[in-house]
């Protein structure tokens, strides 16, 4: 172990206290070898000691193994990126291709509520919903972070393989590159150590979230269960030149690299600037990494990747938004700045301007969620929350709403979050052509002003 590595351990548990978050792990591939570091437990109810073979969920990173399975099937000739999804999947709405759901301009919005139930047929019956969702905006259209783009196009590799969505990517992704630890199925996770998400009760003390798992449909978007160690399995693949550790070709080198290359602009963001074939695409420092992250009931995942140094970095941990987040983005922080020396600092607000905090002002939405931007006069917050008819609607848990953070503003009509769970999180103000405020981007995400 270097004298960085024992830092990485350090750093690791000193957040972790520090934000009260019970367990975290973090593997990094640097220099051609493995870093582990692991701290705290799996539940404090039932503790155990979180290792580098302990499963979380992984949330919206399954995304990028969606991907990675649709690409196989697009190298292999059994679907066209540039195809209309309809020519897989009947149901489908009109116009939009197989690519429009992989890079969110699809025109979708980001999520639906309805559970189809836990048999084969999940996607399917989930796929027959979708037209009765309002679209967000035109095909071919600005970016919108989407579930619904993701489970749909699960929905293709369903229909092109005849196989249910988690045993293609099985055959496809999971077993060929050894993640003998990832798995979509509770009743696979139940027999290995596996962590819980941890969420702040009524009184503000941290709880167990009692549910573990999204409905079935949702897994193509977010259903992965998987370790740090096949993280790296996997991060490794994707840095490599599209063979297995034993020699199998996946895919080729090109089909990587153009899966993180930028297909489309992403305005505003703290996640990244542009969607390549999935992955989140974004400045660090001088370099250019590609990744993704994701949450599910307190639980928060982030692979973070930079190709031209062969360097990943996955860190998991089991606490809500307002430690959770913050811990991922601190460790992965860390780790690119003391291996690589590449450092990422958030950018300053600028000062309160009454006019343009009055301008912003408002209450933004989409179908999930609802934004409220206040101007306190001295200052600018912004409140999240799930809106109440769909708590209502949701037969899963659902953690409580963050409280209002404190926000600032950025040149070109961007936003900074400044305190809070939030902290750090980046997004834009969108303008109709005549200058008015017509919604705001968060997490990649539209919601208009109502």
């Given at each position: 172990?270097?004298?960085?590595?024992?830092?990485?351990?350090?750093?690791?548990?000193?957040?972790?206290?520090?934000?009260?978050?019970?367990?975290?792990?973090?593997?990094?591939?640097?220099?051609?070898?493995?870093?582990?570091?692991?701290?705290?437990?799996?539940?404090?109810?039932?503790?155990?000691p979180?290792?580098?073979?302990?499963?979380?969920?992984?949330?919206?990173v399954?995304?990028?193994?969606?991907?990675?399975?649709?690409m196989?099937?697009?190298?292999?000739?059994k679907?066209?990126?540039?195809a209309?999804?309809?020519?897989?999947?009947?149901?489908?709405?009109a116009?939009?291709?197989?690519?429009?759901?992989?890079?969110?301009t699809a025109?979708?919005?980001?999520?639906?509520?309805?559970?189809?139930?836990?048999?084969?047929?999940?996607?399917?019956r989930?796929?027959?919903?979708?037209?009765?969702?309002?679209?967000i905006?035109?095909?071919?259209?600005?970016?919108?972070?989407?579930?619904?783009?993701?489970?749909l196009?699960?929905?293709?590799?369903?229909?092109?393989?005849?196989?249910?969505?988690?045993q293609?990517?099985?055959?496809?992704?999971?077993?060929?590159?050894?993640?003998?630890?990832?798995?979509?199925r509770?009743?696979?996770?139940?027999?290995?150590?596996?962590?819980?998400?941890?969420?702040?009760?009524?009184?503000g003390?941290?709880?167990?979230?009692?549910?573990?798992?999204?409905?079935?449909?949702?897994?193509?978007?977010?259903g992965?269960?998987?370790?740090?160690?096949?993280q790296?399995?996997?991060?490794?693949?994707?840095?490599?030149?599209?063979t297995?550790?034993?020699?199998?070709?996946?895919?080729?080198a090109?089909?990587?690299?153009?899966?993180?290359?930028?297909?489309?602009?992403?305005?505003?963001?703290?996640?990244?600037?542009?969607?390549?074939?999935?992955?989140?695409l974004?400045?660090?420092?001088d370099?250019?990494?590609?990744?993704?992250?994701?949450?599910?009931?307190?639980?928060?995942?982030?692979l973070?990747?930079?190709?031209e140094?062969?360097?990943?970095?996955?860190?998991?941990?089991?606490?809500?938004?307002?430690?959770?987040?913050?811990?991922?983005?601190?460790?992965?922080?860390?780790?690119?700045?003391?291996y690589?020396?590449?450092?990422e600092?958030d950018?300053?607000?600028?000062?309160?301007?009454?006019?343009?905090?009055?301008?912003?002002?408002?209450?933004y939405e989409?179908?999930?969620?609802?934004?409220?931007v206040?101007?306190?006069?001295?200052?600018l917050?912004?409140?999240?929350?799930?809106?109440?008819?769909?708590?209502?609607?949701m037969?899963?848990?659902?953690?409580?709403?963050?409280?209002?953070?404190?926000?600032?503003?950025?040149?070109?009509?961007?936003?900074?979050v400044?305190?809070?769970g939030?902290?750090?999180?980046?997004?834009?103000?969108t303008?109709?052509?005549?200058?008015?405020?017509?919604g705001?981007?968060?997490a990649?995400?539209?919601?208009?002003?109502?």
């Open positions: 172990m270097t004298t960085t590595d024992a830092q990485l351990a350090e750093f690791l548990a000193a957040a972790a206290d520090k934000l009260g978050v019970p367990g975290t792990a973090v593997g990094v591939w640097v220099d051609g070898r493995e870093v582990f570091a692991c701290y705290g437990v799996t539940n404090i109810e039932n503790p155990l979180v290792t580098e073979d302990t499963l979380f969920k992984l949330g919206s399954s995304k990028s193994f969606t991907a990675t399975a649709l196989r099937l697009v190298e292999a000739g679907i066209d990126l540039d209309p999804v309809r020519r897989y999947v009947a149901e489908a709405p116009e939009m291709t197989v690519l429009n759901l992989m890079n969110h025109g979708l919005d980001t999520r639906m509520v309805n559970n189809t139930g836990d048999g084969d047929d999940a996607l399917a989930y796929v027959d919903l979708i037209a009765d969702v309002p679209t905006g035109p095909v071919n259209g600005r970016a919108s972070y989407s579930q619904i783009g993701f489970n196009a699960g929905r293709v590799i369903e229909m092109v393989t005849g196989s249910t969505f988690e293609a990517v099985e055959d496809l992704v999971l077993a060929p590159l050894q993640m003998a630890h990832s798995t979509y509770p009743d696979q996770a139940m027999l290995r150590r596996f962590s819980v998400g941890h969420n702040n009760d009524e009184h003390q941290l709880a167990v979230a009692r549910q573990w798992n999204d409905t079935r449909a949702n897994n193509p978007g977010g992965l269960a998987s370790t740090v160690a096949d790296l399995r996997f991060a490794r693949f994707h840095l490599g030149d599209g297995t550790e034993t020699g199998q070709r996946l895919l080729s090109d089909t990587l690299t153009a899966m993180r290359r930028r297909t489309v602009e992403l305005a505003g963001s703290s996640l990244g600037d542009g969607f390549g074939i999935c992955w989140f974004r400045p660090v420092g370099e250019r990494a590609f990744g993704h992250t994701g949450s599910s009931n307190g639980q928060f995942a982030d973070q990747m930079i190709a140094r062969g360097f990943a970095v996955t860190v998991m941990s089991n606490a809500g938004p307002d430690s959770g987040l913050q811990l991922n983005e601190a460790v992965a922080r860390w780790a690119m700045e003391h690589l020396g590449v450092v600092r950018p300053e607000p600028l000062p309160y301007d009454a006019e343009q905090a009055r301008r912003v002002a408002g209450h989409n179908e999930f969620m609802t934004i409220t206040d101007n306190t006069g001295t200052g917050t912004m409140a999240c929350a799930i809106k109440p008819e769909v708590r209502a609607a037969e899963n848990e659902i953690p409580a709403d963050l409280p209002a953070a404190t926000m600032g503003l950025l040149p070109g009509g961007q936003y900074i400044t305190e809070g939030l902290r750090g999180q980046r997004g834009i103000f303008l109709a052509d005549d200058g008015t405020i017509t705001l981007d968060a990649g995400r539209l919601y208009r002003r109502r």
